[in-house]
């Protein structure tokens, strides 16, 4: 025969009952509200972002414009100069290659200044995020290390 007649039958087990009424009401009693979202989080971080990020690019047109002005004010004074013989930036090279970088520098910072504008007054990137931060991180260090070298030709 077989072994299916010789085993056992199953245990029956009890069906599941609901807990009592009481027991119901304090487990719902007991949960805690959901708590608030962390700051930075939800609407509100949402338009924090926003306000520090207009406040970069505010501040950063701000410095622009300010090496702007200081470039082309470094250009217009050493193109301006004639204090006689001896004291004129064209007797000189160093002063000449100065001059050179100042019309460079002023030329850049126009350039980048008009186009922050540009972009923060129609919303449209001219160069994507990416690429835009790397012209200006590559290009303000060039422009740096041609300033300090100036600086070293004229003051040594």
């Known amino acids: 025969m077989s072994s299916f007649a010789s085993s056992p039958p199953p245990a029956k087990t009890p069906p599941p009952t609901a807990p009592p ?23 509100t971080g949402i338009i924090r972002r926003w306000r520090h990020e207009d406040m970069l690019k505010r501040g950063s047109l701000g410095l622009r414009a300010l090496g702007f002005l200081f470039s082309l004010l470094a250009f217009i004074i050493m193109a301006t100069n004639s ?43 001219m160069i994507s995020g990416r ?4 012209i200006d991180f590559s290009g303000d260090q060039v422009w740096f290390i041609l300033i300090i070298v100036t600086a070293f030709l004229l003051f040594t």
């Open 21 to 43: 009424a009481a027991a119901a009401d304090d487990t719902e009693n007991q949960m805690e509200p959901p708590l608030p979202p962390p700051p930075g989080y939800g609407v």
């Open 131 to 134: 690429n835009s931060a790397l």
């Open 83 to 125: 204090h006689g013989r001896g004291r004129n930036f064209d007797e000189y090279e160093e002063y000449r290659y100065a001059l050179a970088i100042a019309i460079l520098s002023t030329l850049y910072t126009g350039l980048q200044s008009w186009r922050q504008i540009h972009e923060m007054s129609t919303g449209k990137e």
